[in-house]
């Protein structure tokens, strides 16, 4: 794969003071000494671009600029430069040393708003002083984000991440595809979707619905089959799909009715990675080899839907953990937009497809629980890896496969 285009890449500016930590900060994001560091005020002159990965956001550029209290003519040139970083800015991070806040700091938040670009404040040097509390009810009064730093050790940099994931702009988190790019124009999907007890009465569930629009939307086409049904309907094809699609509550019979070289995933992998990254996710699925029984799993299901009979989330997937780890769990179950703010206490999550949230919400759950070291995985993935056939379920996502193949 290649890297994202720079163009491509949310650009987030650092603005703020000399010797405020704007570079530190920037090191310590990237993990590499990107810009010079030096108790020198000035010290960065010309912008410092860095391009990176920043999960949970995706592909972003870090610009580095000088600082903007600058006096004199060299000053002068300075501020000229870092001026032309607020033209390509999307999101703006203005680093406060150590709570100083006068009107060089007003100044920035007020061009960063008249432009309409989100701000994020991160007062940095933490360690030595904190903001006052009257400019902390300022910021909440203009609904200013903001996070508390100290570069040089690290601290706040989850928050920081968050913060960005939630200032930057919608359409920065467009979402990928749903399946359109895995079915070429004029080839064929199989869907199979089982009409169980659960199923609504005289209509198809939104991941259905969706990855139906999104073939057609393709130019690809696409049968619709009950699990008792594929194994006929595969063999009147006169070539194979190129993509089988199953409830992952059918997984095991639909693997085992459909040829081993036709790829097959499930309709909750199709939405975790749309709306999320399955990168992480597989993490979470290896995770569940590391499960005791006592061990405490939240299970997170978007919708908030009615469960009746063998809910997935209620009754199948506490049932086959228990199964697989041979013994009982402290399964929690949460729905809609209810997420606990503390996950420390939970093994493991595992998530639905999320087709009820947006992109944002789910990225910052990923985001939220990776920064409290508690792995989660996905509701399809999980009973693929329980099952025995991750391979299989990952083989349409070479980046998830690699991951796979890496942590095994
Ligand atoms: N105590 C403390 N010192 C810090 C922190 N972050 C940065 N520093 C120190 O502050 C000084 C300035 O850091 P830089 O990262 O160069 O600051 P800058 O904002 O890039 O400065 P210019 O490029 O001159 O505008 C350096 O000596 C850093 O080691 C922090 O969180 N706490
Ligand atoms: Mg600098």
Redesign the pocket.
């Known amino acids: 794969m290649l890297p994202a285009p720079k163009s491509l890449r949310l650009h987030i500016g650092l603005f ?1 003071r ?8 920037l090191n310590a994001m990237t993990r590499q000494e990107v ?10 002159t010309d912008p410092v671009e860095k391009p990176m990965e920043l999960l949970p956001l995706g592909p972003v550029l870090f610009v ?1 600029t ?2 903007i209290d600058d006096a004199g003519l060299l000053g002068e040139k300075r501020v000229e430069k870092t001026r032309q970083v607020f033209d390509r800015t999307d999101v703006g991070v203005l ?1 406060v040393d150590a709570g100083r806040w006068d009107e060089f700091e007003l100044g920035i938040l007020q061009e960063l708003g008249g432009r309409g670009i989100p701000a994020v404040v991160a007062f ?5 002083a904190g903001p006052p509390t009257a400019l902390l009810d300022q910021l909440r009064a203009a609904q200013t984000p903001w996070v508390e ?5 690290g601290r706040g940099l989850p928050q920081l991440r968050e913060a960005l994931l939630h200032a930057a702009p919608a359409d920065f988190l467009r979402s990928p595809p749903l399946v359109a790019d895995l079915v070429p124009p004029g080839e064929m999907a199989v869907l199979v979707v089982p009409i169980d007890l659960e199923a609504p009465k005289g209509r198809l569930i939104v991941p259905q619905v969706q990855t139906i629009r999104d073939l057609l939307d393709g130019d690809a086409f696409c049968l619709v089959v009950k699990e008792r049904e594929l194994r006929e309907a595969l063999g009147r094809l006169n070539r194979p799909p190129a993509l089988v699609v199953t409830d992952s509550q059918a997984f095991l019979k639909v693997a085992a009715d459909t040829p081993p070289e036709v790829k097959l995933t499930s309709f909750s992998i199709l939405l975790a990675r749309q709306k999320g990254d399955l990168r992480p996710l597989v993490e979470g699925a290896l995770a569940i080899d590391g499960l005791r029984p006592g061990d405490r799993v939240l299970v997170a299901e978007a919708c908030s839907h009615h469960p009746i009979g063998d809910d997935i989330g209620r009754v199948k997937i506490p049932r086959w953990l228990k199964q697989y780890v041979g013994g009982d769990l402290q399964i929690t179950t949460v729905q809609g937009h209810d997420f606990p703010a503390d996950l420390a206490d939970y093994r493991l999550v595992i998530h639905c497809g999320a087709c009820m949230l947006n992109r944002r919400e789910m990225l910052g759950r990923l985001a939220r629980c990776r920064q409290a070291g508690v792995p989660i995985g996905n509701y399809g993935m999980t009973i693929a890896y329980t099952l025995g056939i991750f391979d299989r379920a990952l083989a349409a996502f070479p980046d998830a496969l690699e991951t796979y193949r890496r942590l095994r």
């Open positions: 703020g000399r010797n405020a930590g704007k570079s530190s900060l810009s010079i560091v030096s108790e020198v005020a000035g010290t960065t580095d000088a600082g680093v940095n040097k933490s360690d030595l730093t100290v570069a040089a050790e």
